[in-house]
């Protein structure tokens, strides 16, 4: 029987069929190094391991767009971001609101040093791309212990990482030609020291997460910030790039209208799209992530891929695992109520059973 999946999109279970039934191309939203990933960031990472090793199956069957069955084994190419810059604190949020996380790290980690804590590999806490790499690593180290396959193969070499494990930082120039790009189709408008996505040029916003534009516009969606609102076409509207030349990572900006932007940093949602693109096409078979990546990163990643690409689909299916409970509550660092996979390894537990 051909494998059938829960597609995010469309609301329903729904037979799995990539463009090419010997060769599936998947896209997982992966960590953001700002400290050591959770068990709870975890099961979505290995949801999407155990999805990708059925697909790699001699017993796995799949759709061809003909309507034809087709048996494996097949070949899966899988790629995990790993997120280094960008994402802000206010998750919901795409206004660009909050604390960029690592700035916030930076800030741990500084507040850590002068109490006479210390991490090897962060020499200097206000350096970013220290921090970064040093939670980076700690993560492939986990996420290779708990057998996750991208990280694995990532391991070969530093080119094999940069291919199936991208970093953000390691594609800003990509990022801001996609802005650049999305400004010339009039999909993007500069508004003060940011330059923002239009959402109401396109119709189908909404349809992935079910955040209307008549929902966000009324607060429904949780998005909707005072102090960016009055800048914006549509309280909708989220950030693409944001001029800040105190920010604590920044890069030379995009030109739109003629005009370049000052330094400063990408909005959360465009790396992914840049970087799933780069690596797999302008569209994919399937896209994995939490369900809290839903909205708004994923709503607005489709969006602006689509865009981009002038493609009707960015992600044939749309695959999200569900949060860990503890107690009756998402795990996450905000409640405390985590615990980190060297956590269970310092405890005891075997990888295995973790």
Same mark, same amino acid.
């Given at each position: 029987?051909?494998?059938?999946?829960?597609?995010?999109?469309?609301?329903?279970?729904?037979?799995?069929?990539?463009?090419?039934p010997n060769?599936?191309?998947?896209?997982? %939203?992966?960590?953001?190094v700002?400290?050591d990933a959770?068990?709870?960031n975890?099961?979505?990472?290995?949801?999407?391991?155990?999805?990708?090793r059925?697909?790699?199956?001699?017993?796995?069957e799949?759709?061809?767009?003909?309507g034809?069955?087709?048996?494996?084994?097949?070949e899966?190419?899988?790629?995990?971001?790993?997120?280094?810059v960008?994402?802000?604190?206010?998750?919901?949020?795409?206004?660009?609101?909050?604390?960029?996380?690592?700035?916030?790290?930076?800030?741990?980690l500084?507040?850590?040093?002068?109490?006479?804590a210390?991490?090897?590999?962060?020499?200097?806490?206000?350096?970013?791309?220290q921090?970064?790499?040093?939670?980076a690593?700690?993560?492939?180290?986990?996420?290779?212990?708990?057998?996750?396959?991208?990280a694995?193969?990532?391991?070969?070499s530093?080119?094999?990482r940069?291919e199936l494990?991208?970093k953000a930082?390691?594609?800003?120039?990509?990022?801001?030609?996609?802005?650049?790009?999305?400004a010339?189709?009039?999909?993007?408008y500069r508004?003060g020291?940011?330059?923002?996505?239009?959402?109401?040029?396109?119709?189908?916003y909404?349809e992935?997460?079910?955040?209307t534009?008549?929902k966000?516009?009324?607060g429904a969606?949780?998005?909707?910030?005072?102090?960016?609102?009055?800048?914006?076409?549509?309280?909708?509207?989220?950030l693409l790039w944001?001029?800040?030349?105190?920010?604590?990572?920044?890069?030379p900006?995009?030109?739109?209208d003629?005009?370049?932007?000052?330094?400063?940093y990408?909005?959360?949602?465009?790396e %992914?799209s840049?970087m799933?693109?780069?690596?797999?096409?302008?569209?994919?078979?399937?896209?994995?992530?939490?369900?809290d990546?839903i909205?708004?990163?994923?709503e607005?990643?489709?969006?602006?891929? %689509? %865009?981009?690409?002038?493609h009707?689909t960015?992600?044939?299916?749309?695959?999200?695992g569900?949060?860990?409970?503890v107690?009756g509550?998402?795990?996450?660092?905000?409640?405390?109520?985590?615990?980190?996979?060297?956590?269970?390894?310092?405890?005891?537990?075997?990888?295995?059973?973790v």
């Amino acid at each position: 029987m051909p494998m059938q999946l829960y597609n995010t999109l469309t609301k329903r279970r729904e037979a799995l069929t990539p463009g090419d039934p010997n060769r599936i191309t998947f896209y997982s %939203c992966g960590p953001t190094v700002y400290d050591d990933a959770h068990i709870g960031n975890f099961r979505s990472f290995l949801a999407a391991d155990v999805l990708r090793r059925w697909l790699e199956s001699p017993l796995c069957e799949v759709t061809a767009p003909d309507g034809s069955v087709h048996m494996g084994p097949r070949e899966v190419r899988h790629v995990m971001n790993i997120t280094d810059v960008g994402h802000m604190t206010d998750d919901d949020n795409a206004d660009g609101g909050g604390v960029d996380k690592m700035e916030a790290a930076a800030k741990r980690l500084l507040e850590q040093k002068k109490a006479g804590a210390s991490h090897m590999g962060v020499v200097d806490p206000n350096d970013p791309r220290q921090i970064a790499d040093f939670y980076a690593e700690r993560f492939l180290e986990d996420a290779r212990a708990l057998g996750l396959k991208v990280a694995l193969e990532a391991n070969e070499s530093e080119a094999k990482r940069r291919e199936l494990m991208p970093k953000a930082t390691e594609s800003i120039a990509g990022m801001v030609a996609m802005i650049e790009d999305l400004a010339k189709k009039d999909y993007a408008y500069r508004a003060g020291d940011a330059v923002y996505f239009d959402v109401q040029k396109y119709s189908r916003y909404g349809e992935l997460s079910g955040n209307t534009l008549d929902k966000i516009r009324s607060g429904a969606g949780g998005r909707v910030s005072a102090e960016h609102t009055s800048e914006k076409r549509s309280p909708a509207d989220f950030l693409l790039w944001k001029t800040d030349a105190s920010h604590i990572m920044r890069w030379p900006g995009p030109v739109i209208d003629g005009q370049a932007m000052g330094e400063g940093y990408p909005g959360w949602h465009i790396e %992914c799209s840049v970087m799933a693109r780069a690596a797999l096409g302008d569209v994919i078979d399937l896209h994995s992530g939490g369900e809290d990546n839903i909205f708004p990163h994923h709503e607005c990643e489709r969006a602006q891929s %689509c %865009c981009a690409t002038g493609h009707d689909t960015f992600a044939r299916h749309w695959f999200h695992g569900r949060f860990l409970q503890v107690e009756g509550e998402k795990m996450s660092k905000s409640k405390g109520n985590f615990f980190t996979a060297r956590d269970l390894f310092a405890q005891g537990h075997e990888p295995a059973a973790v």
